[in-house]
């Protein structure tokens, strides 16, 4: 880390509270030494609630694109709806049961409807931002990210909203557009950096994204990984400008994950054109950055607008057999990342340490948000159109919560 970076990092560790004396950096750096890596087998299914598919204000649960996040006190989340709508709401959580019958599981009760907010940003919304990639709730406002879902010339730096009060979404001051540095690199979901780690990093949270929407020339061929800073501006009336970020992970064209995206080869079970990440976090007590989306065509391969063998005819790329998709995990070690911070190595030269299919007994669910609550080492995981018992015309995502075992494999 530079010098101009080291002051930038001391600056926000006092931001944030951080203490970074000799002593205890010294002690930190021991600690995070020790850290073991994850085990996929330490996170365990642990029960389920439902989500009302009923109208709520300006949306509802059917077709909802999965972008949410858990709100500070864990007792509820924030929620986007319906892919066309673009409006967010507050859902509580109920009593998480272990129950196979869907009608048997709790339902969650809407706190406040649904609410538009791009239109309702403090400089306009200039760059046509249409898609919710990230949500955070964080001393009472809310963060929310987004993209320009078909961005042809590459070129939208608008990011980031906040909502000032997130108790009041139909009313709250929206500010922004800020701008993310990394742009639609770093414009997907954010996450909080476990306190063993936080002064290696000099940051408190961690943002990423991967090639979930149209136009790789503006994406990263791979999921990233982003320090931020957003505390100043949640303590300001700042309306706009640039929150520096660092990154430590992160892909392109030219230095894709993986090269040879639509599988021709059938030897790449790692990353294909098809392949999306929706939620990553450096899970606590280990040394892993663990992220969950979706993959496909690792069996069968990929290719352009074809039909399936089901039948379907894709609109764009697509796995050859239509069974060859499943939720997927990859997890990287995260001393590689300090690696990257060291300048030992380029943000697109760590590789996955494990990766695979995601939760084998739900593997064709889809899979289409995630947060993680560090309190109660709980995976929160959205699947999408699971409960089809509310309405005869259309389905709402279900929400399977996971425990992550404290106990995990030595390093």
Same mark, same amino acid.
């Given at each position: 880390?530079?010098?101009?970076?080291?002051?930038?990092?001391?600056?926000?560790?006092?931001?944030?509270?951080?203490?970074?004396?000799?002593?205890?950096?010294?002690?930190?750096?021991?600690?995070?030494?020790?850290?073991?890596?994850?085990?996929?087998?330490?996170?365990?299914?642990?029960?389920?609630?439902?989500?009302?598919?009923?109208?709520?204000?300006?949306?509802?649960?059917?077709?909802?694109?999965?972008?949410?996040?858990?709100?500070?006190?864990?007792?509820?989340?924030?929620?986007?709806?319906?892919?066309?709508?673009?409006?967010?709401?507050?859902?509580?959580?109920?009593?998480?049961?272990?129950?196979? $019958?869907?009608?048997? %599981?709790?339902?969650? !009760? /809407?706190?406040?409807? +649904?609410?538009?907010?791009? #239109?309702?940003? @403090?400089? =306009?919304?200039?760059?046509?931002?249409?898609?919710?990639?990230?949500?955070?709730?964080?001393?009472?406002?809310?963060?929310?990210?987004?993209?320009?879902?078909?961005?042809?010339?590459?070129?939208?730096?608008?990011?980031?909203?906040?909502?000032? $009060?997130?108790?009041? %979404?139909?009313?709250? !001051? /929206?500010?922004?557009? +800020?701008?993310?540095?990394? #742009?639609?690199? @770093?414009? =997907?979901?954010?996450?909080?950096?476990?306190?063993?780690?936080?002064?290696?990093?000099?940051?408190?949270?961690?943002?990423?994204?991967?090639?979930?929407?149209?136009?790789?020339?503006?994406?990263?061929?791979?999921?990233?990984?982003?320090?931020?800073?957003?505390?100043? %501006?949640?303590?300001?009336?700042?309306?706009?400008?640039?929150?520096?970020?660092?990154?430590?992970?992160?892909?392109?064209?030219?230095?894709?994950?993986?090269?040879?995206?639509?599988?021709?080869?059938?030897?790449?079970?790692?990353?294909?054109?098809?392949?999306?990440?929706?939620?990553?976090?450096?899970?606590?007590?280990?040394?892993?950055?663990?992220?969950?989306?979706?993959?496909?065509?690792?069996?069968?391969?990929?290719?352009?607008?074809?039909?399936?063998?089901?039948?379907?005819?894709?609109?764009?790329?697509?796995?050859?057999?239509?069974?060859?998709?499943?939720?997927?995990?990859?997890?990287?070690?995260?001393?590689?990342?300090?690696?990257?911070?060291?300048?030992?190595?380029?943000?697109?030269?760590?590789?996955?340490?494990?990766?695979?299919?995601?939760?084998?007994?739900?593997?064709?669910?889809?899979?289409?948000?995630?947060?993680?609550?560090?309190?109660?080492?709980?995976?929160?995981?959205?699947?999408?159109?699971?409960?089809?018992?509310?309405?005869?015309?259309?389905?709402?995502?279900?929400?399977?919560?996971?425990?992550?075992?404290?106990?995990?494999?030595?390093?």
């Amino acid at each position: 880390m530079n010098k101009t970076r080291f002051a930038l990092a001391f600056f926000v560790l006092l931001l944030i509270e951080i203490p970074i004396s000799s002593g205890e950096s010294a002690n930190n750096k021991l600690a995070v030494e020790k850290l073991p890596a994850l085990d996929m087998s330490n996170i365990t299914y642990k029960g389920a609630f439902r989500i009302p598919i009923a109208t709520a204000g300006d949306s509802r649960m059917a077709y909802s694109q999965g972008t949410f996040t858990l709100a500070s006190d864990n007792q509820s989340i924030f929620v986007t709806g319906h892919i066309q709508h673009q409006a967010i709401s507050q859902l509580s959580i109920p009593k998480i049961l272990d129950n196979q $019958d869907i009608t048997e %599981l709790q339902m969650a !009760k /809407v706190l406040q409807p +649904f609410s538009k907010i791009f #239109g309702r940003a @403090a400089t =306009g919304n200039k760059q046509g931002i249409d898609k919710i990639t990230g949500l955070e709730h964080i001393f009472g406002q809310l963060i929310v990210n987004g993209v320009e879902y078909y961005d042809a010339d590459a070129n939208a730096t608008d990011t980031t909203l906040i909502v000032r $009060d997130s108790s009041k %979404l139909l009313t709250s !001051k /929206v500010d922004g557009f +800020f701008r993310l540095k990394g #742009g639609a690199h @770093a414009a =997907g979901w954010i996450s909080i950096i476990p306190q063993e780690w936080r002064s290696i990093f000099a940051a408190k949270f961690m943002s990423g994204f991967a090639s979930n929407y149209a136009i790789n020339g503006r994406n990263s061929i791979g999921p990233t990984a982003f320090t931020f800073f957003p505390e100043a %501006l949640l303590d300001s009336t700042e309306n706009r400008g640039a929150i520096i970020t660092e990154q430590f992970l992160g892909y392109s064209l030219e230095h894709p994950l993986h090269s040879n995206r639509y599988n021709s080869s059938g030897r790449n079970n790692l990353w294909t054109e098809v392949s999306t990440a929706m939620y990553g976090f450096i899970v606590p007590g280990t040394s892993s950055y663990l992220v969950v989306g979706n993959s496909g065509g690792h069996n069968s391969g990929i290719a352009y607008k074809i039909r399936q063998d089901n039948g379907k005819l894709c609109g764009g790329p697509c796995s050859k057999k239509a069974a060859d998709n499943y939720n997927y995990f990859w997890i990287w070690d995260v001393y590689d990342m300090v690696k990257v911070a060291k300048g030992e190595l380029q943000p697109y030269q760590p590789r996955p340490v494990k990766y695979g299919v995601f939760d084998d007994n739900r593997s064709s669910w889809r899979l289409i948000g995630a947060d993680y609550d560090s309190v109660n080492s709980l995976l929160y995981v959205m699947y999408k159109g699971r409960d089809k018992n509310q309405s005869k015309y259309e389905s709402a995502p279900l929400m399977v919560v996971y425990h992550v075992a404290s106990k995990l494999t030595t390093r």
